[in-house]
């Protein structure tokens, strides 16, 4: 005899940001706990540009160059933290 266990999942949209149309195709998205900070990171050909949201809309476009994929995880890694302490 299987005895089976449910478990429930309650979603809810805490905010929405539109997209900006030049962000790069293989993207990373990172989203504070609370859903209220959105921060949107891609590889360049020189490093790692990067925005995030800032009152309801997108902050301009940061860079960051780097001179190896070791840097470039590291610096990944900073921008995570920064939404998750």
Known sequence: MSKSTAHHIR???ASEHDLSDFVGAEA?????R???RVLVSWSTASGIDYL???GGAWSEV??????SSEAALAF???LE????P
């Open 11 to 13: 979603l809810r949209i």
């Open 28 to 32: 990373r998205l990172s989203v504070s």
């Open 34 to 36: 609370d859903g209220e």
């Open 52 to 54: 995030e949201t800032e």
């Open 62 to 67: 940061f860079s960051h160059l780097h001179e």
């Open 76 to 78: 990944w890694d900073l």
């Open 81 to 84: 933290r920064r939404l998750r």
